[in-house]
């Protein structure tokens, strides 16, 4: 579960790097400068504190939105394309190197002349195989072989990962899938907006169907092909609230016992064409949609499954071909989100880099702008915060003993992981050449299609990191019970070894209290300290940590977004419980030290204050309405500006702080301040 939207992934370093001096040169970590005190706290709590940096600070041309940590990520990118520049000028890395496998990497994507020259010719070969498909057979075989040659995920998901109600074990996995568009309702809707989406999304299935030389009648023809199939499929998966049912998506079968339920698919068959085999069980998420793709299967021409998967490669490597597809890709993207122009080829690069080989790029990157003070310092914050989650825990009032215990076992057991891994992968037989760009991705595709497959039979592995060093996020993992700060969020403003107390603590307190709050949201707290998917509360307890939580829906839902658009309180459940329970410890933390404990003023600006205005000014920023309207059905956290006063408004520290009174827009009566952690 992650700090940010997964969309925000990318890497952080530096800010000098990029020409802009270091964060902790700044004189003032809560600027006046950014704050707009035309707006009066109690009405208006995320202008106040970045009115003036969101009118100075419009949404760039080659952004979606723009706030604190978009600024960060652009500031760290430069950084990643110069440790990127640096491998690709060392001209005595030896060969198998990781500067030498880094900057083959790079500087295959960087040549665009040689990935012009080769059009769409990489995937000749793959679409003409896939046209000479005779069977519904062959489609099942097919659908197995593109994952395993990292050519797409075609009809369904499939994954490995850890049992969740035995977490000690590895099992295969299979989840709703098919479908191109974000999310089901896309295809489900007729409001103007998801009709103009529809349209454009059809466009680009005939785009890309006109690029590998269909007629444009043909094209139109396949575009109609997949996308009535894949509104089919849409129609039966699961909306993501449901999807955020631990248990509703925990559906364990013997493998023949699943072939029972889809009689036309043999899935021994199945798993053995995935690189699967010897194992009994697998976990289903939706067998519904499961049983409807078998029902497909039946009824779907041969020639409409052809165009299915032919479509599937297609969009799977459109990003790693010539111009035009990259182009055609943009233009529907662009549609979704209202960006202006293309990232740049080299920013694409970088991050692609870092999201294909993180495990080579992150040594680069520790070696040089991870510094090991960064380290301690977040240690010694995370064992603070865990102190003050203990005593917030104890002194709950809603909640009994025996279930306290629980928790505070559960919060014990809590591991952290902090910066980067404690062992490198050094991806043994992945070949990486400086003059094949795609052959590059789909080796790398290939790669971690094994890798995922061969932890079968293994023990967990408890150590290992599922991000990039550099990535600007954090994160909370419910089966392994763990948190994860990778380093590229260790920076300002969400952290800075040299800033007080009230800032560290507002910012990076809060992320590190949010995450660790995610042990005990709705869907967190069905988990027990081992990370078994096991009830461990009385159930008047969870009946009151229910209708608490209600409460928390009730107030997302009535924000609004844009024009009729709502926040989904439901969606963004886990995540406002994050909040709320992360500023609440972030401040029980604060309050423990010596600058949380006085009431000196820095800039103007009580200790209280310092902290709030911190928390705020990460999420301060614009977004394009495109792109706000996507998120609202995609994304599973609230909009900044929701995110800013979500959860002071229910702390009474945060009244006191700011001198909010009845009357004040913002204001909620005592006892209507939701407290749950």
Do not use: C
Not at 483 to 492: E, R, S, V
């Amino acid at each position: 579960m992650p700090y940010f939207s997964k969309t925000l992934l990318a890497a952080a370093l530096l800010l000098a790097v990029a020409g802009i001096p270091a964060a902790h040169a700044q004189k003032k970590y809560i600027d006046p400068a950014n704050m707009d005190p035309s707006y009066k706290p109690g009405d208006d709590f995320y202008h106040y504190a970045g009115g003036n940096w969101i009118k100075k600070n419009p949404v760039p041309a080659k952004e979606t939105r723009w706030g604190s940590f978009n600024v960060l990520r652009d500031f760290n990118i430069n950084a990643v394309r110069s440790v990127l520049e640096k491998a690709a000028a060392n001209k005595s890395a030896t060969p198998g190197s990781v500067d030498k496998r880094v900057a083959d990497f790079y500087l295959a994507g960087m040549d665009s002349a040689a990935i012009e020259k080769r059009g769409y010719d990489p995937i000749r070969k793959d679409l003409e195989r896939i046209a000479a498909i005779k069977t519904t057979d062959e489609v099942l075989k097919e659908i197995a072989a593109l994952r395993v040659q990292g050519l797409g995920a075609p009809l369904y998901g499939f994954f490995v990962a850890q049992d969740r109600k035995e977490v000690d074990n590895m099992i295969p996995q299979f989840t709703q899938g098919g479908t191109t568009m974000p999310d089901r309702d896309y295809y489900l809707k007729d409001d103007n907006r998801s009709l103009q989406i529809q349209e454009a999304y059809k466009k680009y299935l005939v785009a890309l169907f006109a690029l590998t030389g269909s007629a444009a009648d043909v094209a139109a023809k396949n575009a109609t092909t997949v996308f009535n199939l894949e509104k089919k499929m849409a129609a039966v998966q699961l909306s993501r609230v449901d999807m955020r049912d631990a248990y509703k998506t925990y559906n364990k079968f013997h493998v023949d016992e699943f072939s029972k339920t889809t009689a036309g698919i043999n899935w021994r068959n199945e798993l053995a064409g995935l690189k699967v085999r010897g194992e009994d069980t697998v976990l289903v998420n939706n067998p519904v949609f499961f049983t409807e793709i078998n029902n497909l299967l039946k009824t779907v021409p041969v020639e409409d499954w052809i165009t299915y998967l032919q479509w599937n490669v297609l969009k799977a490597t459109a990003p790693y071909l010539s111009s035009p597809f990259v182009d055609a890709t943009f233009a529907y993207n662009q549609v979704m989100s209202g960006q202006k122009v293309q990232t740049p080829r080299w920013q694409r690069m970088s991050q692609q880099t870092d999201a294909s080989i993180p495990d080579l790029l992150g040594q680069l990157y520790v070696k040089e702008y991870f510094k090991p003070e960064a380290k301690s310092r977040m240690e010694e914050l995370v064992s603070n915060l865990r102190k003050a989650f203990a005593i917030r825990i104890q002194k709950l009032d809603w909640m009994s003993d025996a279930t306290k215990q629980k928790a505070l076992a559960k919060l014990a057991a809590f591991k952290s992981k902090i910066g980067y891994p404690t062992v490198w992968r050094n991806y043994e037989g992945l070949t990486i050449s400086a003059g094949d760009y795609f052959e590059n991705t789909k080796n790398i595709g290939k790669w971690n299609y094994d890798f995922m497959v061969t932890r079968l039979g293994k023990p967990v592995d408890r150590e290992r990191m599922n991000t990039t060093a550099p990535t600007v996020n954090a994160f909370y993992n419910a089966t392994l019970n763990d948190i994860t700060f990778p380093a590229g969020i260790l920076q300002f403003p969400f952290f800075d070894a040299k800033a007080d107390d009230a800032v560290n603590y507002g910012a990076i307190g809060a992320a590190i209290g949010h995450e660790m709050s995610h042990g005990f949201d709705d869907n967190g707290s069905k988990y027990d300290a081992d990370g078994t998917l096991r009830n461990w509360w009385t159930d008047e307890d969870r009946q009151k940590f229910d209708a608490k939580s209600a409460a928390l829906v009730k107030q997302f839902d009535a924000y609004t977004v844009l024009d009729t658009i709502h926040v989904n309180g439901k969606l963004t459940l886990g995540e406002n419980i994050g909040d709320l329970g992360g500023l609440n410890v972030a401040y029980e933390a604060f309050k423990m030290t010596a600058q949380g404990k006085s009431d000196k003023k820095i800039d103007g600006f009580t200790p209280d204050q310092r902290f709030f205005l911190s928390f705020a000014q990460v999420w301060v920023g614009n977004i394009l309405p495109e792109t706000a309207a996507q998120f609202i059905i995609t994304d599973n956290h609230a909009p900044g500006p929701y995110r800013t006063i979500g959860a002071p408004v229910n702390m009474d520290a945060w009244y006191k702080a700011f001198d909010v009174k009845p009357g004040d827009k913002l204001y909620k009566k005592p006892e209507d301040r939701i407290r749950i952690w």
